[in-house]
Nanobody, 129 residues
């Protein structure tokens, strides 16, 4: 079955940078709209960024709260999608998930958790001094 596996989380200090990875198994990530979500304790899961399928030019979307600090990208040779985060803040503390959606175009309207078909198990990011 399709598997998505996130990695790269951990404990970082405010202002640091980190890169999260989403690796696909039995799925070609370039064929899918891949989203990154996060869920902080006591809060709903929110979509922060997504990237359209390669056939849709891998267009990207960023939530306003992370715009300018986050970059989503693909490495098709490795079948991975990355989320680069810079200047992290304590408010970025959450479990981060990647997900794949069959509808290939990423946008503000499609980065909704119920629309995503496959999910990883999540990776914890804690921002603290």
């Amino acid at each position: 079955q399709v598997q998505l596996v996130e990695s790269g989380g951990g404990l970082v200090q405010p202002g640091d940078s980190l890169t999260l990875s989403c690796a696909g198994s039995r799925v070609t990530l370039d064929d899918y709209n891949i989203g990154w979500f996060r869920q902080a304790p006591g809060k709903e899961r929110e979509g922060i960024s997504c990237i359209s399928s390669g056939s849709n030019n891998s267009t990207t979307y960023y939530r306003d709260s992370v715009k300018g600090r986050v970059t989503i990208s693909r490495d098709n040779a490795k079948n991975k999608v990355y989320l680069q985060m810079s200047n992290v803040e304590p408010e970025d503390t959450a479990v981060y998930y990647c997900a794949a959606q069959g509808f290939p175009v990423c946008s503000r309207r499609t980065i909704l958790a119920p629309l995503y078909d496959y999910w990883g198990q999540g990776t914890q990011v804690t921002v603290s001094s």
